[in-house]
């Protein structure tokens, strides 16, 4: 079975700085999609950024980039200019490639604060 | 607004209940997916339907079950409740499933169970 590890359960950011977390997963699979999601106080869950694992580019989507090591089976968001409206609870995510099924499995999350 | 409306917003109840959270899928999508958010198992996947058809189930105990309409609106319903079924219960839709797919995702119905 296919699992997601995020091993910062908390990091902390200055507004317009710079963070990366950090995610692994396992999975025997060679073709799976990758996520990151954030959920803010509202806790409404909105997709950030998705990474195909057949490609070898890393995604990114403004301030949002990853860093994705499929050797190593690693997956990482980094935020640039961090702002105020970032802070949230980042969940990083797999699903399987192929078919109708797509399930997402989660990672247990890292807390972000940006501090002003 | 992901498009995807979940209904009640929150819901209190008594052990030994039985309680039904109710889903509208985004516009044109086909698949709807629950999922489970509590403090010690975090976001678990509990099952998928696509067109009125279980196409996947996750951890989804057999207190519970699902199903999707013909207007493609879903139902999960909980039945003999227990403390630790309090969670935040996410709907999501996408078009017909797949990770090319964005799953979006509902505003969640809050479930505390005392």
């Known amino acids: 079975a296919q699992t997601v590890t995020q091993s910062q359960p908390e990091m902390s950011v200055q507004e317009a700085e710079t963070v990366t977390l950090s995610c692994t997963y396992d999975?025997?699979?060679?073709?799976?999609?990758l996520f990151w999601y954030k959920q803010p106080p509202s806790r409404q869950m909105i997709l950030v950024i998705r990474?195909?694992?057949?490609?070898?580019q890393n995604a990114t989507e403004n301030r949002f980039s990853v860093n994705f090591q499929k050797a190593a089976k690693s997956f990482s968001l980094k935020i640039s200019d961090s702002q105020l409206g970032d802070a949230a609870m980042y969940f990083c995510?797999?699903?399987?490639?192929?078919?109708?099924?797509?399930?997402?499995?989660f990672g247990k999350g890292t807390k972000l604060s940006v501090k002003p | 607004d992901s498009g995807v409306t979940q209904t009640p917003k929150h819901l209190i109840t008594a052990t030994g209940q039985r309680v039904t959270l109710r889903c509208s899928p985004r516009?044109?999508?086909?698949?709807v997916y629950w999922y489970q958010q509590s403090l010690d198992q975090g976001l678990q996947f509990l099952i998928q339907?696509?067109?009125?058809?279980?196409?996947a189930k996750g951890n989804i105990l057999e207190r519970f079950s699902a199903q999707q309409f013909p207007d493609l609106h879903s139902e999960l319903n909980l039945s003999s409740l227990e403390l630790g079924d309090s969670a935040l219960y996410f709907c999501?839709?996408?078009?017909?499933?797949?990770?090319?797919?964005?799953?979006?995702f509902g505003p969640g119905t809050r479930l505390l169970v005392l």
């Open positions: 339907y696509y067109n009125g058809e279980e196409r």
């Open positions: 990474q195909e694992a057949y490609k070898q």
């Open positions: 999975t025997s699979e060679s073709d799976y999609y």
């Open positions: 999501a839709s996408s078009f017909r499933g797949g990770g090319q797919e964005t799953q979006y």
């Open positions: 995510a797999y699903m399987n490639y192929g078919g109708s099924q797509g399930n997402l499995i």
């Open positions: 516009s044109g999508d086909l698949s």
